[in-house]
T-cell receptor, first 113, second 114 residues
Framework: GNSVTQMEGPVTLSEEAFLTINCTYT??????LFWYVQYPGEGLQLLLK?????DKGSNKGFEATYRKETTSFHLEKGSVQVSDSAVYFC????????????FGAGTTVTVRA | KAGVTQTPRYLIKTRGQQVTLSCSPI?????VSWYQQTPGQGLQFLFE???????NKGNFPGRFSGRQFSNSRSEMNVSTLELGDSALYLC?????????????FGPGTRLTVL
């Protein structure tokens, strides 16, 4: 079945630091990969996505590249802000699994001024 | 375009009671999925409805049920509530067109069982 493993947190950074959150996956077929973000007290927001190997998803300064050879989809941002403090979830879906989303455990990121 | 809406946002119930949560998808979206989020288990898939039919189901007991109406609005029901049902319940809708299966989430309903 499908599964996602992401780096455990919490992660605490200073403003303007570089952020990386590792994500690896196991899936049958050719999954689509996603990063979702959850701000305190809110639901999930789609941050970025990639639907095939070597695709790069990007949004709000965040980037992630779909690496089929390493089954990875690591999230990066070059210079974080306090407003990036949130919980980040890596997820995948595939046709073979009826497009149900499988989520990682989530990584809590705190950015200090 | 309005996003996914969920009502109520917060609920407090006692053990043994039942509860109904509501989800209105983005206009034009025909698929609605429900997820349970808890600190211990993370995000878990409950079920998915498409065109008023349950299309997929996760590994939850029969106390958890749902339905979808002709306007794509969905409800989920939990009967005989247990303390462990305390969670954030998230609804997501999807367009399901030309291979697009991206899911958009609502703000969630926070259920507390006392």
């Amino acid at each position: 079945g499908n599964s996602v493993t992401q780096m455990e947190g919490p992660v605490t950074l200073s403003e303007e630091a570089f952020l990386t959150i590792n994500c690896t996956y196991t899936a049958t077929g050719y999954p689509s990969l996603f990063w979702y973000v959850q701000y305190p007290g809110e639901g999930l927001q789609l941050l970025l996505k990639a639907t095939k190997a070597d695709d790069k998803g990007s949004n709000k300064g965040f980037e992630a590249t779909y690496r089929k050879e390493t089954t990875s989809f690591h999230l990066e941002k070059g210079s974080v802000q306090v407003s990036d403090s949130a919980v980040y979830f890596c997820a995948l879906s595939s046709r073979e699994n009826d497009y149900k989303l499988s989520f990682g455990a989530g990584t809590t990121v705190t950015v200090r001024a | 375009k309005a996003g996914v809406t969920q009502t109520p946002r917060y609920l407090i119930k006692t053990r043994g009671q039942q509860v109904t949560l509501s989800c209105s998808p983005i206009s034009g979206h025909r698929s609605v999925s429900w997820y349970q989020q808890t600190p211990g288990q993370g995000l878990q898939f409950l079920f998915e409805y498409f065109s008023e039919t349950q299309r997929n189901k996760g590994n939850f007991p029969g106390r958890f049920s749902g339905r979808q109406f002709s306007n794509s609005r969905s409800e989920m029901n939990v009967s005989t509530l247990e303390l462990g049902d305390s969670a954030l319940y998230l609804c997501a809708s999807s367009l399901e067109l030309a291979g697009i299966h991206e899911q958009f989430f609502g703000p969630g309903t926070r259920l507390t069982v006392l």
